[in-house]
Structure formats: structure tokens, C-alpha cells
């Protein structure tokens, strides 16, 4: 059975600094996916990124940047310079693959708080 | 990406009643998935919904409380059916677009009173 662990519940920065979002992993699959997504207040889910088990370059996106380390199945996102539009719960996730179905494994969710 | 649409986008219902929950997508997929957010807590894949087959459910979930359909590559309804405060929650459609990459709609936040 897989699974996704994010330790953090809650963290709360001030604007600017640089925050860190842990994401942990259980998979007996050799070929998977993880994600990041973003919920705001307003409820939507976006789609931040998406790494294959094969990839373990490391991504930068503006602000954002994902480390992937297959060694200790963690898949961790830092938001540097965090913003007060980046206050949101963001969820790490795992896709299963079962034949063709993607179905996605949440973690908790971490709620994430920058203050002005 | 994709565009999309969940209708009603909220809804506020009796205890024993049913919501059909509509999700609409302007490509053609092959698969959609239900996903159920109770408050506070993360998302729970419902069911796996493809275009001429029946509905594959998670456990924990069955067809009769929660009855899918799928008519089409861009279209689908979730009924929650005899609800219960319990039920109250956002509900939320996804499309998986390129292979094994999942867009989802905006929800449907239902309460139940």
C-alpha cells in the first residue's frame, strides 16, 4: 500500500523568509509520481508539479523549488522569500499505477501561514 | 490544462435528500476521478469514472450512496444520495490529461444540515 507522510501541520513565517515543506513517501512501485498541489481559501486545488520516479534533478520554478531524494523516498518543496498570497494548504501526492489508473494518494496537508 | 466547471459550485441540503454534483471539461478525457475533502482533512479518491464502463469505487464507498455517471469523454455527475451531516464536505472532480497528470475542477461545497 502506498503512502504519503507530511509531518508538518502547520507552519507559520513572516513574510520573506524561506520555508520548507516536508513530504515523505511509501511506495513498493518502481515507476510512480508526486505532486504538489496548492489549496487557497477559496477551496480550488492547483497543480504545482509533477516528478516521475525516474527524474531526481532537482526543480526551480520562480520562487518555488522541489528537491526530490529517492534514497529517503522524500520529495520536500521550499518556498524561498515566502509571500502573504502564498498562505494556502499545500498536499504532497502519490500516483499508483494499475494498469492505466492514476488514481492520487494525499498526504495531510500542510497549512501554510505567511504573515505580513 | 484544462477548463474545468463543477456546478453547483455550493450547495445547502436536508438531511435524506440527493445532490447530483456536475463536472464538465472542454477536451475529451478518458478517465475522471471523484475526490471527497471533509473539512479539515486531506482528499479521498471516491471513485475512478471512465466513459462506457461502470464506475470503479474505493473502499469505503459504494455505488448506491454514491452513483456515478459518465456519458461522455467530457462530462460526469456524482449523486450523493441520502445524505447525512456527515457527507458535508467539497467534492471534487479531476481529469487526468497527459498520463498520470491530474487537473481538478474547482469544488462543490456541500452542507448538510
Known amino acids: 500500500a502506498q503512502k504519503v507522510t507530511q509531518a508538518q501541520t502547520e507552519i507559520s513565517v513572516v513574510e520573506k523568509e524561506d520555508v520548507t515543506l516536508d513530504c515523505v513517501y511509501e511506495?513498493?512501485?518502481?515507476?510512480?509520481?508526486l505532486f504538489w498541489y496548492k489549496q487557497p481559501p477559496s477551496g480550488e486545488l492547483v497543480f504545482l508539479i509533477r516528478?516521475?520516479?525516474?527524474?531526481?534533478q532537482n526543480e526551480i520554478s520562480g520562487r518555488y523549488s522541489w528537491n526530490f531524494q529517492k534514497s529517503t523516498s522524500s520529495f520536500n518543496f521550499t518556498i524561498t522569500a515566502s509571500q502573504v498570497v502564498d498562505s494556502a494548504v499545500y498536499f504532497c501526492a502519490l500516483s499508483e499505477r494499475s494498469g492505466a489508473n492514476s488514481k492520487l494518494t494525499f498526504g495531510k496537508g500542510i497549512t501554510l501561514s505567511v504573515r505580513p | 490544462s484544462a477548463v474545468i466547471s463543477q456546478k453547483p459550485s455550493r450547495d445547502i441540503c436536508q438531511r435524506g435528500t440527493s445532490l447530483t454534483i456536475q463536472c464538465q471539461v472542454d477536451s475529451q478525457v478518458t478517465m475522471m476521478f471523484w475526490y471527497r475533502q471533509q473539512p479539515g482533512q486531506s482528499l479521498t479518491l471516491i471513485a475512478t469514472a471512465n466513459q462506457g464502463s461502470e464506475a470503479t469505487y474505493e473502499s469505503g464507498f459504494v455505488i448506491d450512496k454514491f452513483p456515478i455517471s459518465r456519458p461522455n469523454l467530457t462530462f460526469s455527475t456524482l449523486t450523493v444520495s441520502n445524505m447525512s451531516p456527515e457527507d458535508s464536505s467539497i467534492y471534487l472532480c479531476?481529469?487526468?490529461?497527459?498520463?498520470?497528470?491530474?487537473?481538478f475542477g474547482p469544488g462543490t461545497r456541500l452542507t448538510v444540515l
Open positions: 511506495t513498493r512501485d518502481t515507476t510512480y509520481y
Open positions: 516528478r516521475n520516479s525516474f527524474d531526481e
Open positions: 479531476s481529469v487526468d490529461l497527459r498520463y498520470n497528470e491530474q487537473f
